[in-house]
């Protein structure tokens, strides 16, 4: 009997609304802007990449090569970037519009700090932010997971058990 292999989408999807619930969680204990915090969804994204592929290969009976592993994890990756950057377009907008002020403050009080930037210098970088926060917000969700799924689905195709058949062993 063969095994039912999970879908990426499946994957991504669930990896999406599980990164979701621990945005909310922090908006409603008035957490967004804790960085250490903001990591747990890195780090699920990470796990969830790596487990998938090594699951992938199991699933497969080892027959796939590193190829294959990488790109079954990548297909989760680019998954997880598309919804979460739709949510993020719909959080930014709707569920909490406060959290662009409230990253203006934490990097205004970050300049004010280093107290190397002029006020004036200061004022015109955070306007700047300010009107494209939405572009940057969209931007960085797209390649930071992009880019940490790449690295997990790397990792991920490395670490899983490889069995593949070659073509030319049953070739009589």
């Known amino acids: 009997m063969e095994q039912k292999i999970t879908p990426p989408w499946t994957i991504a999807l669930i990896t999406s609304l599980i990164c979701i619930v621990i945005n909310l969680v922090m908006y409603v204990s008035n957490q967004l802007t804790n960085k250490s915090l903001g990591y747990i969804q ?4 990470i796990g969830v990449i790596i487990w998938a592929c090594i699951n992938y290969a199991k699933q497969m009976n080892g027959q ?5 592993v990488f790109a079954h994890g990548f297909k989760i990756t680019a998954g997880i970037a598309a919804l979460m950057s739709i949510y993020t377009i719909i959080s930014v907008k709707f569920i909490y519009p406060e959290i662009i002020e409230m990253t203006i403050d934490v990097a205004r009080a970050e300049m004010e700090k280093k107290g190397q930037v002029p006020t004036d210098q200061i004022d015109m970088a955070l306007g700047f932010t300010r009107k494209f926060f939405l572009p940057f917000a969209i931007a960085g969700s797209l390649f930071g997971t992009a880019l940490i ?3 997990a689905s790397l990792v991920g195709a490395g670490l899983a058990k490889k069995n593949p058949i070659s073509p030319f062993e049953n070739a009589s």
Do not use: Q, S
């Open 42 to 45: 890195m780090v699920l994204v």
């Open 64 to 68: 796939v090569t590193y190829g294959n």
């Open 149 to 151: 799924g790449a690295l």
